[in-house]
């Protein structure tokens, strides 16, 4: 086993074949490259999704156009939305864990190698069989059919009664088989960050990257469980003559609700935290301070924790739970507000006082900083349920978990991309892309996404293929319709970057940015081994210590 | 090449204006020329309910954001690293406790005040009494269009609610029973009331007084089936007279006219009526719309098409044409049988 | 741009003591399990008398005491065996071992014939009506965990008769049985919530 970089196809030539390096790829352990293929995998997907949304934009570009028929918009609204989340989102952010917990908290590897691979594995699989339900979902007797029943799949349009075929059991498999490699993945990362700290890093000297996926670890373990449990309660229904979902029989469809959203709103602080985790490391670096309220953000973080397990019904406020869960729900959802906005002021006092460099990074941690102000803010709008019951499942609620989604998460994890992309690979991007990508990005993003509150204030309900002219919502549309092709052109750029880079960048070194945390320390890209030695460390900062021996973190925290 | 600032400037600068324009969009005049379905213009007392709520948390919520945005817009300017920089680390500040309880006491003092002013409209809009002479309507939804049953008035119709104006001194409002024959469905007329869902063996109720009369629009917001975008609603609001005249039509059978009966026996002797009911005829299906005062409404299809012959031709020919993936089956009926299919039902007024 | 290879100023050795991963990963994976049964837990007590027609509890089913105390002396004594093979006594464990699974095969014998009953003579399955959905689905998830423990412990039987199990296996067969643990205690919820409350 080689002792130096990890075999990516290098410049220097390996006398190796393709299916030697394919091979390797497959079988492995090794965190970084579990890593690799999962932010690789959900590149991929990326793509396709995004791809899905262009189309569903088009259609939407004016009222009755006939770019795509109502049975394919709504399958392609399904599927955009499913595959964002379980195969892009959740893969990505697992992929930027596996590969850079070891290396922040001076461990070797994940706590269970093997366990890794197969829950890498078991999400693989699980995205190739909600797309090969393209293929196979009417028995292959004849073209398939997607899942058409959006992503959050209600009860009873998803029983035999109303979808016929099998695409809502390739829907149901998938997230079951991918549940299962995520579950492993965020007890993988538990037993990690709990038991393979290295010396001297207590739980209060850890990065905040560990605390934030430790948390989301724990999110995922109680979370995405409740959406197994009712998989497997709508495999019954669909197979075993169940009646769990059967209103026919006495069954409730609003129970299917209950269970979906107890996992549905942790999940998507299972989406935030990592991007919070990224901004926490970026920020500071290129503020050159160290994050202002270290346990403040860490109190905050598991406050979220806990609070997010007890806002799930903020999505069914339109159901008819009455007046005094509607309250309930409310109070609970205004409650996280708090410890969220804790956050942004801890980010911003970051920056206080510091010196910020405009990096490609920083510019996107920056952006995230207003952009997830302006998304939490319409989340406040969205918890006052009886302004919900105007707002929700509208083209405002759209907005908004876009905002949060894209305006937030894509962006941060656009900063980490380039913030990481050296110790990754070796070699520095190129600053001019990374701007060019910015530029591009920022513009489409707020193009799409401002304007599409508008049309949701006039009354436009989601998951439409088509809607009425003289509603008001025409100009809104063509104007939401043209920021996409801004964000095509900046995910290409950015593709584009990644590779050119890749091949032609600068060599990086260990260390490009002055940084502070222990991945910093060992080559980039990592041995295998990680470290030559196992560190011992006495702060949050270890590379401060080291830098500023006469003014070390530890004399302060 | 720009320094680093001024790109800086740009970032914010867009997106102020961007801002902006949308607050402006939304606040502009809220009169029915922007939108016949803006939240922002109330005609009846839930939906101004919410409105004066939504005032109130775009009051608090938009001064958070003035308040952060220029912070945060603050720190980039005045801290950004200078051209002629020294090298050496800024202040390493790890936090401060007075600051923090700040900003967490801040923030939950008002969250207080949003939550205590929500609760209030929760309880006004879902706990109002019924009053003894409220309209009762039944509505069900179905995939895809509405079914309203008046118990009372023994109307029973389909797709386009009449209720009476409601005076606000007097108040005549319209309670709906809200019930669906198969998915989730959910009734969203903005400018009357909130939306509300409709959910089999989950019965929920919601109410309506409107104040002025005309024509409210709305549509089916919860996603139920391909044809979910065209399940719209039309509310017609009309006098309190206008209203009772309707209802006293709508209760009456349909009359038999002889110049029809080819038509009508075409209706009866294919499918027809294992879907549809004409009161007074054999017909009494329940899976589709009531046809008996079908001439009566100005849509067909929830709201598809105009309710003209051309178009109730075409529908009949083949539904799909109009509503590709609606419930109701082509017929496979030749052009004479359309024809006299067609003169027949153009007389059920 | 450094190429800093991290030294440490060399401090004193430190103690450095941290959980177990085997326990911590055992512990997260009970939790994620705990969740699950929750829900059809939350499902069954929500469905308590809503059923159309059909069988109703208090018609059919009839509280497992012996099967239950059978499984829930199982965990007493996969306890001896772990505590027998700390102390060194191979044999001892393996008999204890065998027993808990014996034990555990005696459960589900008794599932087995419960249901059996249910579905021939009083013509309750999961298609049935709400009851019998929710009866299967909870009691058939746990009886599905004690088939998955009971393979575990086969597997550490079959080790056993092969003379690889050793002393030095304790702490790994420690974590194993907090899994059939956990399984006992699922029971001790599903028998009240079943057999007490549902009926």
């Keep these: ?557 | 090449m720009r320094s680093q600032g001024s790109n800086n400037w740009r970032v914010l600068g867009s997106q102020i204006l961007v801002c902006v324009c949308c607050s402006a969009a939304a606040f502009a005049d809220p009169a029915p020329p922007l939108s016949p379905t803006n939240i922002f213009a109330p005609a009846s007392t839930p939906a101004s309910s919410i409105f004066e709520l939504s005032l109130f948390v775009l009051a608090v919520t938009g001064t958070i954001f003035l308040a952060v945005f220029f912070l945060l817009l603050y720190s980039v300017v005045k801290f950004r690293k200078r051209k002629n920089d020294d090298g050496r680390e800024p202040p390493q500040v790890y936090g401060s406790n007075q600051v923090e309880l700040a900003w967490t006491i801040i923030p939950i003092l008002i969250v207080v005040a949003l939550f205590m002013a929500t609760a209030r409209v929760i309880a006004t809009v879902q706990e109002t009494a019924r009053l003894d002479n409220a309209i009762e309507v039944i509505a069900i939804g179905h995939q895809f269009w509405w079914e309203y049953r008046y118990p009372a008035l023994g109307v029973v119709t389909a797709n386009e609610l009449h209720v009476p104006v409601s005076d606000p001194d007097h108040p005549t409002p319209t309670f709906i029973k809200l019930l669906s024959a198969d998915t989730d469905h959910s009734f969203w007329v903005p400018r009357l009331a909130g939306k509300t869902d409709l959910i089999p063996n989950h019965p929920n109720s919601m109410w309506i007084d409107p104040h002025k009369t005309g024509v409210y629009l709305g549509q089916c917001a919860q996603y139920c089936g391909t044809q979910h975008a065209k399940m719209l609603l039309s509310i017609y609001v009309q006098s309190r007279e206008d209203f009772d005249r309707w209802a006293q039509q709508q209760s009456q059978p349909s009359q038999e006219g002889d110049s029809t009966a080819a038509g009508q026996r075409i209706f009866e002797t294919t499918a027809c009526i294992n879907c549809h009911t004409v009161a007074g005829t054999v017909a009494s299906g329940r899976f589709g719309p009531d046809l008996t005062h079908l001439m009566s409404r100005d849509t067909i299809a929830a709201g598809a098409a105009k309710n003209t012959p051309e178009n109730l031709r075409r529908w009949i020919l083949n539904p799909d044409a109009i509503k590709p993936g609606s419930l109701m089956p082509a017929m496979q009926l030749s052009d004479p049988e359309l024809d006299a299919l067609t003169a027949y039902l153009e007389t059920l007024r | 741009m450094m190429n800093t290879t991290l030294m440490t100023l060399p401090p004193p050795e430190i103690e450095w003591k941290l959980p177990a991963r085997g326990r911590v990963a055992m512990y997260a994976l009970i939790a994620a399990e705990a969740a699950i049964f929750t829900i059809f837990v939350v499902a069954y007590l929500f469905y308590i008398d809503k059923s159309l027609s059909g069988p109703m509890p208090r018609e059919v089913l009839s509280p497992p005491f012996f099967y239950s105390v059978c499984l829930l002396s199982s965990s007493l004594t996969i306890h001896l065996a772990c505590k027998s093979l700390r102390g060194g006594t191979v044999r001892r464990f393996g008999a204890w071992w065998l027993l808990t699974i014996t034990l555990g095969v005696l459960f589900l014998f008794g599932t087995a014939s419960e249901w059996h009953r249910l579905i021939y003579e009083d013509g309750l399955t999961i298609s049935t009506n709400l009851f019998g959905t929710t009866y299967y689905s909870l009691v058939g998830l746990h009886g599905f965990h004690v088939v998955v423990g009971l393979v575990c412990l086969s597997t550490v039987m079959a080790f056993t008769l092969f003379g690889a199990v050793k002393q030095e296996h304790a702490e790994r067969l420690d974590v194993l049985s907090l899994y059939w643990h956990f399984v006992d205690a699922v029971w001790i919820v599903v028998f009240i919530v079943v057999y007490v409350i549902g009926r």
Excluded at chain 1, 11 to 20: C, F, G, I
Excluded at chain 1, 519 to 544: D, G, K
Aim: with cysteine; glycine share 8%.
């Design chain 1, 1 to 557: 086993m080689s002792t130096d970089s990890i075999a990516w196809p290098s410049t220097t030539a390996e006398s190796r074949s393709l299916v030697d390096h394919l091979h390797e790829w497959i079988v492995t352990v090794d965190h970084k490259r579990l890593g690799m293929l999962y932010i690789l995998y959900a590149l991929v997907f990326l793509v396709i999704a995004g791809i899905e949304a262009t189309i569903i934009r088009i259609q939407l570009i004016r009222p009755h156009n006939d770019f795509v028929s109502p049975q394919v918009f709504n399958r392609l609204f399904t599927m955009h939305g499913t595959t964002m989340i379980f195969f892009v989102t959740m893969p990505i952010l697992f992929g930027f864990a596996n590969y850079l917990i070891p290396l922040m908290i001076g461990a070797r590897d994940m706590a269970f190698p093997r366990l890794n691979a197969f829950s890498f594995w078991m999400t693989a699989f699980g995205g190739l069989l909600l797309y090969f339900s393209l293929v196979g979902a009417n028995g292959l007797y004849g073209a398939g059919n997607a899942p058409d029943i959006g992503w959050f799949a209600y009860a009873p349009l998803t029983s035999q009664t109303f979808s016929l075929g099998h695409s809502t059991d390739f829907w149901t498999l998938a997230l079951l088989v991918s549940g299962f490699g995520s579950i492993g993945t965020a007890i993988n990362i538990v037993a990690t960050i709990v038991c393979m700290r290295c010396p001297g890093m207590t739980l209060a000297k850890m990065p905040l990257f560990a605390w934030l996926n430790l948390v989301m670890g724990g999110l995922v373990i109680l979370a995405v469980s409740p959406l197994t449990a009712a998989q497997i309660m709508l495999l019954v229904d669909r197979y075993l003559g169940g009646h769990f979902f059967d209103t026919q029989a006495g069954g409730s469809a609003v129970i299917w609700m209950h269970f979906f959203w107890i996992f549905g709103h942790p999940e998507v602080y299972v989406l935030v935290l990592p991007a919070f985790a990224f901004a926490s490391e970026i920020i500071p670096v290129f503020s050159r301070k160290p994050i202002f309220g270290y346990s403040v953000m860490v109190g905050a973080t598991v406050a979220i924790g806990f609070i997010s397990m007890s806002v799930w019904a903020h999505h069914m406020f339109t159901v008819g739970m009455g007046s005094a869960a509607n309250t309930f729900f409310v109070i609970s959802t205004m409650a996280i507000a708090v410890p969220t906005g804790i956050k942004i002021f801890n980010w911003l006092a970051t920056m206080w006082g510091g010196k910020i460099e405009f990096r490609t990074p920083m510019l996107f941690c920056i952006a995230f900083l207003f952009q997830f102000l302006v998304a939490g803010l319409t989340g406040v709008m969205l918890s006052a349920a009886p302004f919900n019951w105007q707002l929700g499942s509208s083209y405002f609620v759209v907005a908004h978990f876009h905002y949060v989604i894209v305006g937030g998460i894509l962006f941060t994890l656009f900063g980490a991309f380039y913030y990481w992309f050296p110790k990754m690979s070796g070699k520095m991007y190129s600053e001019t892309l990374g701007k060019l990508h910015f530029w591009l990005f920022l513009i489409g993003f707020h193009l799409t996404f401002d304007f599409m509150h508008i049309p949701g204030l006039l009354g436009m309900p989601r998951r439409i293929y088509t809607y009425e002219p003289g509603r008001g919502w025409d100009t809104w549309n063509v104007i939401v319709t043209i920021g996409v092709f801004f964000q095509a052109a900046g995910i290409l750029v950015f593709l584009g970057n990644l590779l050119w880079s890749y091949y032609r960048g600068k060599a990086a070194g260990s260390d490009p940015w002055d940084a502070w945390t222990l991945e910093w320390s060992t080559n980039s890209p990592p041995p295998a081994y990680n470290f030559y030695t196992i560190p011992t460390v006495q702060s949050r900062r270890p590379l401060w210590d080291l830098k500023h021996p006469d003014d070390p973190d530890w004399k302060y925290e």
